[in-house]
């Protein structure tokens, strides 16, 4: 398979963004995708945010699975965390709370000092497509942040006010020059992190299937009606092309709607909940 990169131009100029605005605020919120909250953390941030609080916002845990622990490894690791599912609302009021209380110590510290009462200032980062701004707009409760789902789309920061005594300072998704762990750039892939127009689909999605072969292969069987699963993921795509119809001239199944048809299904959480990320030791 050819190594998966993808590091638009414009990437390199939120790099500096975030760099030059993080002294603006008083706490990082880190967007994460709840099926993959290892992969998605971006080496690049980390290194720009420094000492600065930090606050983790699951996102898309409507999706994935063994919340409680990974929510319990970040505890350990003394970093708060909150699950988050932006289109029902879940864990927003917790996010808001949390915010708020870690950025306490510096308003408080301003107001002893003389400023005005202000409110709690965060700045938003994320890689593409993580939620960012389904998370936002959930947070403001207008459609103030751009919200699709395709990578890329914010391409400024942007001030948004909560009525919670909250302002955020939005930022366009950020992934890193070059992916030493192949497995991390598929998770990248297969959670739309990365645009497919880089990718292999066909081979993306055969070690998808592999994946998902072992973590939940019920769910993989009873999705697509598939009796016996198959080890090797071209022979499952195979299987599921049979069974939805997807079929060229001469009986032959079509490998790249095959797919594309089982990408859409796993982004949309239609195979199963799924976290791809194992737990630390």
Same mark, same amino acid.
């Given at each position: 398979?050819?190594?998966?990169?993808?590091? =638009?131009?414009?990437? @390199?100029?939120?790099?500096? *963004?975030?760099?030059?605005?993080?002294?603006?605020?008083?706490?990082?919120?880190?967007?994460?995708?709840?099926?993959?909250?290892?992969?998605?953390?971006?080496?690049?941030?980390?290194?720009?945010?420094?000492?600065?609080?930090? *606050?983790?916002?699951? %996102?898309?845990?409507?999706?994935?699975?063994? *919340?409680?622990?990974? +929510?319990?490894?970040?505890? #350990?690791?003394?970093?708060?965390?909150?699950?988050?599912?932006?289109?029902?609302?879940?864990?927003?009021?917790?996010?808001?709370?949390?915010?708020?209380?870690?950025?306490?110590? @510096?308003?408080?510290?301003?107001?002893?000092?003389?400023?005005?009462?202000?409110?709690? $200032?965060?700045?938003?980062?994320?890689?593409?497509?993580?939620?960012? #701004?389904?998370?936002?707009? $959930?947070?403001?409760?207008?459609?103030?942040?751009?919200?699709?789902? $395709?990578?890329?789309?914010?391409?400024? @920061?942007?001030?948004?006010?909560?009525?919670?005594?909250?302002?955020?300072?939005?930022?366009?998704?950020?992934?890193?020059?070059?992916?030493?762990?192949?497995?991390?750039?598929?998770?990248?892939?297969? %959670?739309?992190?990365?645009?497919?127009?880089? *990718?292999?689909?066909?081979?993306?999605?055969?070690?998808?299937?592999?994946?998902?072969?072992?973590?939940? =292969?019920?769910?993989?069987?009873? $999705?697509?009606?598939?009796?016996?699963?198959?080890?090797?993921?071209?022979?499952?795509?195979?299987?599921?092309?049979?069974?939805?119809?997807?079929?060229?001239?001469?009986?032959?199944?079509?490998?790249?709607? %095959?797919?594309? +048809?089982?990408?859409?299904?796993?982004?949309?959480?239609?195979?199963?909940?799924? %976290?791809?990320?194992?737990?630390?030791?």
């Amino acid at each position: 398979m050819n190594e998966i990169q993808w590091f =638009p131009g414009h990437m @390199k100029k939120t790099q500096e *963004l975030i760099a030059e605005n993080i002294k603006l605020v008083d706490l990082i919120i880190e967007v994460l995708d709840a099926r993959i909250p290892l992969s998605s953390q971006n080496p690049l941030l980390q290194e720009i945010i420094g000492d600065k609080p930090k *606050l983790i916002a699951l %996102t898309k845990s409507d999706l994935a699975a063994n *919340l409680d622990s990974w +929510l319990k490894y970040f505890g #350990s690791q003394n970093i708060s965390a909150v699950a988050i599912d932006s289109i029902k609302g879940a864990g927003i009021k917790n996010l808001i709370a949390a915010a708020k209380n870690i950025a306490r110590p @510096k308003t408080h510290k301003l107001e002893k000092f003389g400023a005005k009462p202000r409110s709690a $200032r965060a700045m938003i980062v994320g890689v593409p497509n993580v939620g960012k #701004s389904t998370l936002i707009n $959930r947070l403001a409760g207008v459609n103030r942040a751009k919200a699709e789902n $395709r990578p890329a789309v914010t391409r400024s @920061k942007q001030w948004i006010k909560i009525d919670n005594g909250l302002d955020l300072l939005d930022t366009p998704g950020i992934l890193y020059h070059k992916f030493e762990d192949k497995n991390i750039a598929l998770k990248l892939a297969w %959670t739309y992190a990365i645009n497919d127009e880089v *990718l292999d689909i066909e081979q993306t999605v055969y070690q998808l299937l592999e994946v998902l072969a072992v973590k939940i =292969p019920q769910n993989l069987c009873e $999705r697509f009606k598939i009796e016996n699963l198959p080890n090797a993921g071209h022979e499952i795509l195979n299987e599921i092309g049979k069974k939805r119809g997807c079929i060229r001239k001469g009986g032959v199944v079509d490998v790249e709607k %095959t797919a594309r +048809l089982i990408l859409s299904e796993f982004r949309a959480g239609k195979i199963g909940k799924v %976290t791809l990320d194992d737990l630390p030791n």
